[in-house]
């Protein structure tokens, strides 16, 4: 009688051992997936600034070689560091994948989906990366490439925050659901940010803004781009404001929806100044395109938080678990 009471324990605390590395891991991992895209979308604006799309005439090698040591220089660099990056965020996203694949049970049925989504648009970001060396970076190409890169800022993100709250629900239940009428906002305010982000891209990968700025030439896709900052600009701003309706529980989405209203302050003064400064501040273009990557980032995260939520059975095995 006293042996079976001690013994008793210890398979639990192994089963709960073994079922909690995995459930902690693949939060981190998309945590470091998220901070490891915005800095490729951000080194990506570096290169373009810089004219470094071309330091690395070849690919998927750079002059032939994995560390081009007799030719670098800062564009050199650039592209190499991009290339690498996005090297890095494929070998994790391959892992990510097989991860969710094999502790399926233990995470929610949309994870393997999602992270099978962002394999796939990694191998086309991979390809489009290579079609823009190849094709001498033709505008439509570039444009593509940072729109699958923003994909998976926002797809990740997303996939981020719908875990947190996934381990927050099992954990405990919640203090409150997010209605019915919020659901949607996030999504449809994304794809108006990211509709406005692809219109910069057009401009930027055509060059348009310094040419209509010191030569009256290709203003039509600068003014496309300034028309397209007031609607979604508005669009973020009532989104923060629709938070306030949010049950008091809720204050992740309520944070995230400010910090989104914020950084599309700080997205219309960089891009106000990297007008007057005529583009001549590269750190100043890098900054307005890397802010978009965050909004994206952040916009992606309030829609993460409106993915499927345990069901109130799935709770209640855990805790008598």
């Known amino acids: 009688m006293a042996v079976a009471p001690s013994a008793q324990p210890l398979p639990l605390s192994r089963s709960a051992s073994g079922e909690s590395w995995p459930v902690r891991l693949v939060p981190l991992l998309t945590a470091h997936l998220v901070v490891a895209l915005v800095a490729l979308v951000a080194i990506g604006g570096a290169t373009r600034v810089m004219q470094a799309g071309l330091a690395c005439p070849d690919w998927p090698l750079c002059y032939g070689v994995l560390w081009p040591g007799r030719q670098w220089n800062l564009q050199v660099f650039l592209e190499w560091f991009h290339r690498l990056d996005a ?29 099978g989504l962002a394999l796939l648009l990694v191998a086309v970001q991979g390809g489009l990366g290579a079609l823009t060396v190849l094709s001498q970076l033709a505008a439509p190409t570039v444009t593509l490439h940072l729109a699958a890169a923003l994909s998976l800022v926002l ?60 030569a009256g030439e290709g203003c039509r896709w600068l003014l496309l781009h300034r028309q397209g900052a007031y609607p979604a600009a508005v669009a973020v701003l009532l989104l923060a404001a629709a938070s306030l309706a949010l049950p008091a529980g809720l204050g992740r989405a309520r944070g995230l929806a400010f910090a989104a209203a914020g950084l599309v302050v700080v997205q219309v003064v960089l891009g106000v100044l990297t007008l007057r400064l005529q583009l001549a501040v590269p750190a100043v273009t890098i900054a307005h395109q890397l802010t978009a990557a965050l909004l994206v980032g952040v916009l992606g995260g309030l829609w993460g938080l409106a993915f499927p939520s345990p069901s109130v059975s799935v709770r209640l095995e855990v805790a008598h678990g």
Do not use: K, T
């Open 87 to 115: 090297f890095l965020v494929g070998v994790a996203l391959l892992l990510l994948f097989a991860l969710s694949l094999r502790f399926r049970s233990r995470f929610p049925r949309w994870l393997p989906w999602s992270a």
């Open 155 to 214: 797809l990740l993100s997303a996939m981020h925050q719908g875990l947190e709250r996934h381990s927050a629900i099992v954990a405990a239940p919640p203090a409150g659901d997010l209605p019915r009428w919020w659901s949607p906002l996030p999504v449809l305010v994304a794809l108006l940010v990211g509709g406005q982000c692809l219109l910069g891209a057009a401009m930027a990968s055509r060059w348009a803004a310094p040419l209509c700025l010191q």
